[in-house]
């Protein structure tokens, strides 16, 4: 993490609004330009050269349904109630495709997400598989993360709905597996001092060994070599389909909010009250940073906002509304057993990198020098797991 005491000379990318500051590993090219701003280039150089040499809409659909032949289901869709989900589920309903969708509850949704994701159910008619996570084993784990200090506290969970959407995609044979993320509204990746990586099943089991109280029996979870094993064998095809369409986020919500009655929550990614609290209070109140600020570059890169305009909204307050962050904070508080002394303690307690826990990195490293071994195996790799 930064240290923000320092007398650091602040240095601003020239075309999108990220600095050096707030992001400590930001480089500049000699125009100025950021590499953010540069990997979007990239990125979307590469996607149109992919689109050129066939890989559009058409064909994207097409290797779908080819891939599901007499499966009940073309694809799995995980869906929390935002934009991106939502309206990647209207779309597929337009192509006519068949999804299975799956939504991971932690305990923490607002009714608002809840009447969201009812209105894709009625709008598609697609089937909704739900895994509710103990919530006394999994607040045990969110606890162990605040008591470690790190930045991502959502890391459990965003991998526990990766790991339910490969759990479920496995259960049914789909190897299709449709994702929201996108290139023109949420780039590349985060600046890496504000995440982790969300695959470290190693990161949280040692985080929790270390702080928790009880046994993780239930979490979603796959062995790193079961992970390994998907993606030497490419058993499941992660699509992010919307980098096939022009997709404007501002007429994307026009639409479901006129054909699902979807309803806007304020932020993204506040369809959880957790979420919400998380990225408008914690992280800018403790750690220093502000998502919008990537997320907001994100759109200049993609023109859908001016930089003009993103610094104005920059300008506003991270949280909604006062009243709404007095409430979420009594919430959260109550919900977590914090009382207003811990709760101080912890917004005042020192900062910790993910990396100062058992973490992926040095797996990895073992995986990449015996992954040429193991190609050649892949059809024996596939034999034995698929035996399980």
Known sequence: MPDYKENKEMKVCVRCIMDNVNDPDLVFDERGICNHCLNYEREVAQLDFLNSKGQNLDSVFARIKESSKGKKYDAVLGVSGGVDSTYLAYLA???????????????????????????????????????VLDWEEFKDIQLSFFKAGVVDIELPYD???????????????????????????EGTYMPKSWRHDKLDIINIKAIHKLFGKRKMKTFPHFSTWRMSYYSLTKKFENIRLLNYVKY????????IIKEMGWRDYGGKHYESVFTRFYQGYILPQKFHIDKRQFHYSVLICSGQITREE????????T????????????????????TDETFAQYMSAPIHKHTDYPNMEVYWKQYYRVIKILVPFKFILRAIFERK
């Open 310 to 317: 993103a610094l104005e909204e920059m300008k506003k307050p």
């Open 319 to 338: 949280y909604p509304n006062p009243q709404m962050l007095k409430e979420d904070t009594e919430y959260v508080k109550k919900k977590l057993g914090f």
């Open 248 to 255: 404007d986020k501002k007429e994307a919500k026009d639409i």
């Open 93 to 131: 309903k337009k192509m006519g495709l068949k999804l299975l969708l799956v939504h991971c509850d932690n305990g923490w949704n607002s009714e608002l997400s809840v009447k969201n994701i009812e209105g894709i159910i009625q709008h598609t008619g697609f089937d909704l598989h739900t895994i």
């Open 159 to 185: 991998y526990a709905l990766v790991a339910s959407i490969y759990k479920v995609a496995e259960k049914h044979g789909i190897s299709s597996l449709l994702s929201g993320h996108n290139l023109v509204t």
